[in-house]
């Protein structure tokens, strides 16, 4: 992705380079530049749209927890994003590891190694001060939109096991952690390398030496000789190919795959006559390698979704393995024969590729979060995320990092301009800056209630009002403010907490009714909770606060209960699951949000107006009994809601 990562080193110089190491020998690199260039470009564009696609598989992945999974998943996407993980990222440490012998033997691995962490580490700080913030802060919100954490996990820091592995990691920056790893491996064997050769050699040794990769790399079987080493790895851990999960401390197994095909790329460096001993057979590669990943695509859907076994597991490494060898040579002999030079788009979109593969997951992400609740078909939610992502990434090149500071950190220059803009080659970043800043001090600003405040709302004027949990001191407060009469409070076990008895002594003081009901906000409430929760609602004097930790889940459910049996619609009453109340989930991926719906989708199976008495007929009657809440990631819904109907609630009042 780095231009200079894929790009041919330099020439050696004639006399012996940094550390006394001898000038290249054999390699003609340089006749590998365009060709390399092409394939890393059209590359990255497949990773765009990887990741564009990930969003509308038919199965979420095993080992990457992604944002989010859209309904109407696509058996073809599955097949796409699979495909291009076998061959993406052998591609790019391929492509870095052409320079790296030339480089090394004039310049020396130290030079060598402090070249790559100028090249490397940079942009990954610069990424993880400004892109993976704003990632996170996308990626957040989508888990929230689709249920899979809510307000309370972020703020308390506490998410469950799925969310908690995939927490702290460099998200899609990991590639830069692991090349600049590989080229420490690389510069620690090529200096073992040189101490433990007896003497000097000689120059027909010399050649015989960089005559091995030649004969190699020129033979028709190359891919099937290459594909024994990641067989093996592949069959130490299968799941190399298809693992990518936002840890930090990097997989050793992924490491000594990707560190193999840049040790190739450093023997393709050495090639004689590069064009002549790579490109034969590029057509017939690809070509088997499309037969071979459709042979093989049942193994790899099956072992997707779970590791396969015995022989099938043994039959899917070396496919597996294979396939990455056939598509990689493929690619780089077809466009070894179409690509004659490099043009200005060729040019401008090798020197782009590296900031798109950068910046484009957030926009990606927050595209697919943005598409998620319209009911469009899956392939034109992608075209549409795929073509702005694209779009966006290459515009913010041009106008934001080409010829600034930021296309200096990233692509270690920046572009020279003669006709300088009217507001400098800096306006551009730091107007974005500017831009993104202000969002984030408005979108604070707006969600102060629930971010940091009480969280309070008036629902019912002078009868129903909705909070997080409040000190015993606002409560008091809000008490005296508002003539509150009853309080309504969402835990567990109440004796164990300190506040639930100045919660007492505060009500006994004003003779206000307090409750205490255990209602689970991941759990469908039993029925005897309904019934329990309906009976207090309707009896307890108003007005009456109802609250839970935060002020979501618990606050919406009840406050929506309450204005059921005040008589509206049902809504009118559902709005209680809204965003402005930190209810970034809304009701399809809450279970309590999910027991209201299915009263409504009664309603409308009878086509029945709701009133406040069918209501109650329905909690007393029908719920649990005939009708049932839908929960999509439950695969026996109607069994695990009836186990839940023996549930019994804690009330206290």
Known sequence: MDETKARPARPARASGGAGGASPAKGGDPAQLGHALESL???????????????????????????????????????????????????????????????????????????HRAHRLLRPLLFGCLTVLPAFYLIWGYGLMATGRCDLGHILSWRFPPTVRHNLYGFGHLWFLEYLFLVCVLWCGAWTLHRKLKW????????????????????????????????????????????????????????????????????????????KQRLMPYGGLYLALSLVLFAGMLPLLLQHA????????????????????????????????????????TMRFLSEASFWIYIIHVPIVVLMQVLLLPLAWPGPLKFLLVSAVSIVLSILSYETIVRRSLVGEIINGARKRTTKPGRFGPEFGWRLSLGVATLLLVGFVWSSRGFLGGNNLHEEIPGRLYRSARLNPSDLDALIRREGLRTVVAFTGDPQRHTWFAKYQKVCQSHKVELYTINLRDELVPSRHLMIQLVNILESCPR?????????????????????????????????????????????????????????????????????????????????????????????????????????????TR
Request: hydrophobic share 50%; with cysteine.
């Open 40 to 114: 890393r470009v059209v590359t990255t564009f497949l990773v765009v749209l990887y990741h564009a696609a990930l969003t509308y598989v038919a199965t979420p992945l095993r080992l990457t927890m992604w944002v989010a999974y859209d309904a109407s998943g696509f058996t073809g996407f599955d097949a796409f994003i699979y495909w291009v993980n076998g061959l993406a990222m052998p591609v790019f440490f391929l492509a870095a590891g052409v320079s790296a012998p030339a480089a090394c033997e004039s310049r020396g691995p130290r030079v060598f190694l402090n």
């Open 543 to 651: 007005p009456v606060v109802v609250q839970g930790y935060r002020g979501i889940d618990h606050s919406s459910f009840a406050a929506a209960v309450a204005k059921l049996l005040d008589g509206a619609a049902p809504r009118e009453a559902l709005k209680q699951f809204g965003l402005r109340y930190g209810q970034f989930g809304g009701l399809e991926h809450s279970p309590l949000g999910q027991t209201l719906l299915s009263y409504q989708d009664w309603l409308n199976a009878h086509h029945w107006p709701h009133t406040a008495e069918r209501f109650r007929g329905w909690v007393r009657e029908e719920y649990l009994i005939n009708s049932f809440p839908a929960w999509p990631e439950d695969a026996n819904p109607r069994a695990k809601l009836l186990a839940r109907k023996t549930q019994s609630a804690a009330v």
């Open 305 to 344: 979704a779970s590791p396969l076994q015995g022989g099938l597991r043994i039959v899917f490494c070396v496919c597996a393995a294979l396939f990455s060898w056939l598509t990689v040579f493929g690619g780089l002999g077809v466009l070894l024969r179409l690509v004659q030079g490099r043009g200005p």
């Open 199 to 274: 003497g000097r050699r000689s120059e027909l040794q010399d050649r015989d030496q960089e005559a091995l990769p030649t004969r190699l790399l020129g033979s028709a079987w190359r891919p099937l000789l290459f594909a024994i080493p990641t067989t093996l790895i592949f069959l130490v851990d299968s799941d190399t190919m298809l693992r990518v999960d936002n840890v930090i401390v990097p997989n050793l197994f992924r490491l000594l795959h990707y560190a193999f095909f840049f040790a190739v790329g450093g023997w393709i460096s050495k090639v004689r006559e590069p």
